[in-house]
Nanobody, 128 residues
Framework: QVQLVESGGGLVQAGGSLRLSCAVS??????????MGWFRQAPTKEREFVAA????????YYADSVKGRFTISRDNAKNTMYLQMNSLKPEDTAVYYC???????????????????WGQGTQVTVSS
């Protein structure tokens, strides 16, 4: 099992940027082949996929709603994953969660029920 802690959320105006971080402890995410993802949940909505990255960073996926604006990355030496969010919109307002899954081969999943490890979430609020 891994433990995940998100940070970097906050209040920003539309068009602004934020960078979220997800610090991993409990395992070395590279050596154990952990793929990772970002999900978000707005009030009254289900948790939805945002982006995912393979354990070596070679494969990334994005939701259509964030493609071209968000960038997922990871630094395995620092056991940290990032989500750079640019051109933020009010509809990006949500609690953002990072998640990890053991997947040493193949592409990361975009399905939330395939991620057994989750952080506590960080609030992102975009004002219009």
């Amino acid at each position: 099992q891994v433990q995940l802690v998100e940070s970097g959320g906050g209040l920003v105006q539309a068009g602004g940027s934020l960078r979220l971080s997800c610090a991993v402890s409990g395992r070395t995410i590279r050596s154990y082949g952990y793929a990772m993802g970002w999900f978000r949940q707005a009030p009254t909505k289900e948790r939805e996929f945002v982006a995912a990255i393979s354990w070596n960073g070679g494969i990334t996926y994005y939701a259509d709603s964030v493609k071209g604006r968000f960038t997922i990355s990871r630094d395995n030496a620092k056991n940290t994953m990032y989500l750079q969010m640019n051109s933020l919109k009010p509809e990006d307002t949500a609690v953002y969660y990072c998640a990890a899954q053991y997947r040493p081969l193949g592409a990361p999943s975009r399905e939330r029920n395939e991620y057994p490890s989750w952080g506590q979430g960080t609030q992102v609020t975009v004002s219009s």
